[in-house]
Nanobody, 121 residues
Framework: QLQASGGGLVQPGGSLRPSCTAS????????IGWFRQAPGKEREGVSL???????HYADSVKGRFTISRDNAKNTVYLQMNRLKPEDTAVYYC?????????????????WGQGTQVTVSS
């Protein structure tokens, strides 16, 4: 089971660090993806860290977001800096990746509940 937390309200240019905590399994054995869904839009891939440590980012967040994994806490983080209003969305973490295109939601079988991120002045 995955649980995302750590969202909130932040001003443009600010930072947040949502976390994705696993229970019932060891997270570093699996790829973990972060996705987001804004109102009226499709869910989109934000970042992925594979079990081997390979990392991918969507072009829209490269240079601003950093994904990392803390094995001792069984948690994956998404450090989000220089946030923009267009980053506003519900953020989800997912696992059980089938190894195909990482930013496609259908490639992931297990999802946690989302956490709301709102970037607004």
């Amino acid at each position: 089971q995955l649980q995302a937390s750590g969202g909130g309200l932040v001003q443009p240019g600010g930072s947040l660090r949502p976390s994705c905590t696993a229970s019932g399994f060891t997270l570093d054995h699996y790829a973990i993806g972060w996705f987001r869904q804004a109102p009226g839009k499709e869910r989109e891939g934000v970042s992925l860290i594979s079990s081997s440590g390979s990392i991918h980012y969507a072009d829209s967040v490269k240079g601003r977001f950093t994904i990392s994994r803390d094995n001792a806490k069984n948690t994956v983080y998404l450090q989000m800096n220089r946030l923009k209003p267009e980053d506003t969305a519900v953020y989800y973490c997912a696992t059980d990746w089938d190894g195909s295109t990482w930013f496609v939601p259908d490639a992931f079988a297990s999802w946690g509940q989302g956490t709301q991120v709102t970037v607004s002045s």
